[in-house]
């Protein structure tokens, strides 16, 4: 049996995890360490990894799960509400990029042919790295992640005409005109074949599938569409990477498509892996060592021109200037892609082996920078925003309409436009409970004030938007943004505006409870432990435990993980019933023509002969809160009586008609 490959892989899987263990206690992002790993590894330094060619395979993989799962997270739907962006928007990141580089390649002696060629490669931008960035930190359908997704899928559509544009470079006897007419009727019957698919074909077979009840079943057929379609489009000249992305769209409306992506995951963080490994195999450390003076001009060149050239498309798409910032550094690397054209130039004598060096060092470095540039893009948004910039260039070029919003008091504010927000705010205009919403997504906003809601776009980290949602008279402040640094600025703002505000808090995990606690919150809730606190208690109740055990043991848990913050809990905190293990509420209705009609407790005796007390009763929709002795009971009514089990079977003879 062959097991060289079985060997760099554990190898690979071993190097990664020492790697990613020191990186994740230093907070260094694990996609850096797949690329030190793979460094390490490849055959420009330590060599110890020789089967390049199947671990560049797993990495295609990797590339084709990750890309078919963000095909399935976004949607056909959302594809199609973004068209704008991605024609619009990738069209202008894409020429003007390789327009400047173009120029700047004069600089380096190049041929005309070659400075053309370099300034399309680093034009694109990576998809792996990118969505995958965007995917952890649940920002992929946020608004700069929307345009952000339109271009590289813009990018990504560019390489069949690219591919056509270096094989003509490097060979002039290309028929252009039947070279282009090949190229429209491939994505016209790409386009035609996505929409029956995702409308028609897909849902009806994943339907048959998964009538089965066969989860092994279900999941070897999602893993032929994906893999079937990647390969057709790979067969009609674009990437594998590209259908996998169409093979999640054309299944992302399907109500299976959810039990797909959760089964996914485990797979495309594995395979991923290996797509960065790969990457960081390319880098020759000689070379950069040699020529490191150019190298790293050459990266700050890249990375500069890009994020302008990005953030300007951006910025001719409507964003803030905050979102601005964060659109160019989130597309400021080469991308993948580029290896494969870059691989054809050579061929091709379009570029020679140097330049070809010094464009692998460049993209490999950029693509290490990425994570960090990106968590470092906001920081820098809002430093840069304390300068005086035109108010043009801070709201946008398209900025949303001013909502009137009136004076208000005692009312309540909801910061944040994920699910929960959104549903709260459904919840309180049902219920008519006056609030105000603040959202940071245009998209969003301008959906909620068409359905007629208060909503005012803006970062609630800004007292302009606070105090614009007069957060200065609300009595309570929701803040549903999910990023422990988001609210903790939010909750520090509205907290200063307002001391005697209540503040409730989402938080993601357990962990960040006591920091939002001593920031400002009054309650915060945890969502990830309260779900499995809730789904603790179905089990305990299908175990058919007491439920007084159950909020004992439901209690005791929440103590042990909340500390000393278990008292801010108002909502689960332990009330005097869980102690009192004997007494309990009962619920009675009062029979006409029974002891207890048309007479007083007093009258009864009621608590001399049962030892239960009369909490209250209610007659229809009134509710009589603490009768007195002198009450009187009549027939129908609901009788609230505390007391233990033996008390009240005596006191439901009082009030059930006799035989």
Known sequence: METSLLKEIVIIFALSTIVNLVFTRIKIPTVVGYLITGIIAGPHLLSIVGAKHEIEILAEIGVII???TIGMEFSLKHLLKIRRIVFFGGLIQVTITAGVIYIASTFYDLTWQSGIFIGFLAALSSSALVLKLLQERSELTSNYGRTTLGILIFQDLLLVPLLLFANLLGNSHVEITKEI?????????IIGFVYAGNKWLLPRLLHLIASTK???????????ICFAIALLTSQLGMSLAFGAFLAGLMISESQYSHNAFSNLMPFKDTFTGFFFVSIGMLLDLDFVVHNYQLVIFSVFLVITVKA???GGAGFLLGHTFRGTVLIGLALSQVGEFSFILAKIGLNNSIITDYYYQLFLAVAVITMALTPFLMKGSLPLANALLRLPLPKFMVNGLFPLKEVEIPDLKNHLVIIGKDSSA?????????NNIKHVSIIFDPLTATDKIRGGDTVIYGDAVNDPILLKAHV??????????????PSMAIIERVRHINKKVYIIARSKYIANVEQLYRIGADQVLPEKFEIAIDLFNRILVNKQMPQKEINRTLNHIRSSNLGEFIEKDIINRPSIFDELSNTSISVFKVDSNSIADGKSPREMQLRQKTGVTLLAIKRGTEILEHPSSGTIIKGNDMVFLLGNSEQANLASELFSKEE
Do not use: C, H, R
Not at 422 to 430: F, N, R
Not at 472 to 485: E, K, L, N, P, R
């Open 66 to 68: 990750l890309l078919f």
């Open 181 to 189: 007419f090949t190229l429209i009727v491939k994505a016209s019957f």
């Open 214 to 224: 066969n989860q092994e079943l279900f999941m070897m057929s999602i893993l032929l």
């Open 308 to 310: 302008v050239i990005a």
């Open 422 to 430: 959104l549903k709260l705010s459904k919840m309180a205009k049902l």
């Open 472 to 485: 200065d008279t609300a009595d309570i402040v929701v803040v549903s943004v999910g990023s422990i640094i």
